[in-house]
């Protein structure tokens, strides 16, 4: 354990796609910075839909074959944020997408929302005994915007994180290990706010549409944000992460559009609530670090 790197950040994500979007910049921060950055996704979005019709016939309905094309879009994508460390929760298929709330495929064999909980976090808490980093960055217990996937994401991440730390649980998965803190991911509402008005005003290519503010996951009161990381220096890697997620994600200037061609803005500020452990910034002041307090 000698040989890990000092900072240690884990992130616990749905989807091949979602890390980029939500932590992109943070991500690619951390591993330009030295710090071992270990992304797990628990599925490898089989179910999503498929932007460019020369890949349609990927799509589940047809050839299904996504789960096996995103894979290579995510390594595509951590090449771009620097990010070495980058699995599947259980290995690449172990659990598989549900789709999106009330769909038949919720409840489908092997499908991650209707594993049991306890299933799918033994695999995570192999990995964060292992890895043992100090920090976790998860969804709120909305998966921020309500898709099935995301909030079991967000159960599993928890409840390794407590199973983890448990010295009587599962020995055979490694030594216990406890998290120094833990983030979900968040937009402040302003920060949602003006990226639209931006995008509302922009010239230049344009989406058929605009999204709507509700449709941005993890929107919050401003006063919920605890930590902000600014990733302007680390643009350009995010959004070409973005880039290498052609299925799901097109990209135009500073914006990006899903599967329905409704324009969102990039946010490269990323922002954080703290959940679990001390600020490491000044009362009423909000971190500019993920690790900030944490020590060495
Ligand atoms: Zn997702």
């Known amino acids: 354990m000698t040989d890990l790197p000092t900072r240690r950040l884990l992130l616990v994500h749905a989807h091949p796609d ?22 797990v996704t628990c599925t490898r979005g089989e179910e999503g839909e498929v932007i460019p019709p020369a890949l349609a016939h990927l799509a589940p309905d ?23 460390d980058h699995r599947f929760l259980g290995g690449p298929g ?10 038949p495929q919720n409840h489908r064999e092997g499908a991650f929302w209707s594993t049991p909980v306890d299933t799918a976090a033994a695999y995570l808490v192999e990995v964060v ?9 998860t969804y709120d217990p909305d998966g921020g915007y309500g898709h099935p996937d995301h909030v079991q994401a967000h159960r599993v991440a928890m409840r390794a994180a407590d199973l983890a730390a448990d010295p009587a649980y599962r020995p055979d998965l490694g030594a216990p290990h406890t998290l ?12 949602a706010e003006e990226g639209f008005a931006a995008l509302r005003a922009a010239t230049g290519p344009a989406f058929p549409g605009i999204a709507d503010l509700a449709d941005v996951p ?8 605890t930590t902000e990381i600014d990733g302007t220096a680390y643009g350009d890697r995010k959004t070409a992460a973005m880039c290498a997620h052609a299925t799901q994600i ?8 899903l599967s329905n061609d ?13 959940v679990r452990g001390a600020s490491g910034a000044p009362a009423g002041e909000r971190e500019t670090d993920l690790f900030a307090g944490v020590a060495a």
């Open 62 to 84: 047809r050839d299904d074959r996504l789960g096996p094309h995103r894979v290579g879009e995510l390594a595509a994508a951590m090449r771009e944020l620097g990010v070495t």
């Open 94 to 103: 172990r659990f598989r997408d549900s789709g999106m709330m009330g769909v």
């Open 218 to 225: 993890g929107v919050v009161d401003d006063e919920l944000i």
């Open 129 to 137: 005994r292992e890895v043992r980093p100090q920090v976790l960055v």
């Open 180 to 191: 120094a803190k833990i983030y979900w991911n968040r937009v402040p509402r302003s920060v």
């Open 18 to 39: 979602d890390e980029s979007i939500n932590n992109g910049a943070t991500m690619a921060r951390y591993a330009a910075e030295g710090a071992r950055v270990t992304l």
């Open 262 to 274: 409704l324009g969102q803005p990039i946010f490269l500020h990323e922002y954080y609530q703290l």
């Open 250 to 257: 097109a990209v135009r200037g500073r914006f990006f559009a």
